[in-house]
């Protein structure tokens, strides 16, 4: 699989690698084997780059990893984790004292001494313009705890912040062909900054899978359930912040763009892979057929220019008015 260096940390991954959130909670319940198998299909099919949170399953997901990395020692795959949820939202907490604390709970289920790179879990807006919070993370490069830092963003105008700090290696955001803003600003400003773009929720929590309906019942535990107007995190983290019914209308509609041969997943994964400035898309799966299908995106030529008008202007009719002015 085609490899891209990850903005500033120096390191190349995989253009598609592996979200965990699924493989921790709040997408279902996954079993430790098939989780285990998930990761070890992932590798097979060329993904050298996970990324998970010390809150997705509070910690499930790191120790799942660190087992199979174990379990593996022929795999070389980068691990990205973020920090910051487990606690509530307030600036006062992004301290050098709680960043030790939270990075060696993370180095202790990942099993490793540093850790390849820490995400800030997007944290309050403000935390963006803290040089206190920055400093501390410089900190925690020069003890060896972590090799590199990033932000996980919301909004465009945090990664915009985040961009312009020296020692910010990547930025990951929401992009998907129901998410375009960040094609305007922030991938040009990354791409300039040598700032590597992590794309995340590329299948708008699987409506651009085309596999649902309007009588899909997703169970209680779902985020698709509990958060589709933001009663647990950010709206925008669910569905893209798509209302469902406009979501399946759209999705609907973008599965008939796919090419000869391609699922319409696959089709989303390509046309997030082929934006300038993207380093690495990071579908989720749970189970072993999905990461592999997932996989093969990279293998897809190139969307021909009227496949990426028709996104754009399927975008501009039917999306842009409910996200485009939130996030």
Known sequence: MEQR????????VSVVGLGTW?????????REEDALAVLDAAVESGVTFFDTADVYG???SEQLIGRFLRERGDADVFVATKMGRRVEQRP????LENFRAWTDRSRTNLGVETLDLVQLHCPPTPVYSSDEVFDALDTLVSEGR?????????????ALEAIARPGVASVQIILNPFRLKPLQEVLPAAARAGVGIIARVPLASGLLSGRYTRETVF???DHRTFNRRGEAFDQGETFSGVDYATGLEAAAEFAGLAPEGATAAQTALRWIIQQPGVTSVIPGARNPEQARANAAAADLAPLPPETLRAVEELYDRRIRAQV???W
């Open 5 to 12: 260096v990850l903005g500033r940390t120096g390191r190349e």
């Open 22 to 30: 699924q493989l921790g909670a709040d997408w279902g319940q996954v």
């Open 58 to 60: 509070d910690g499930r």
């Open 92 to 95: 006062e907490h992004y301290t």
């Open 146 to 158: 972590i090799a590199a830092y990033a932000v996980s963003v919301e909004t465009c105008a945090e």
């Open 219 to 221: 169970s209680p535990d």
């Open 324 to 326: 485009h002015h939130r």
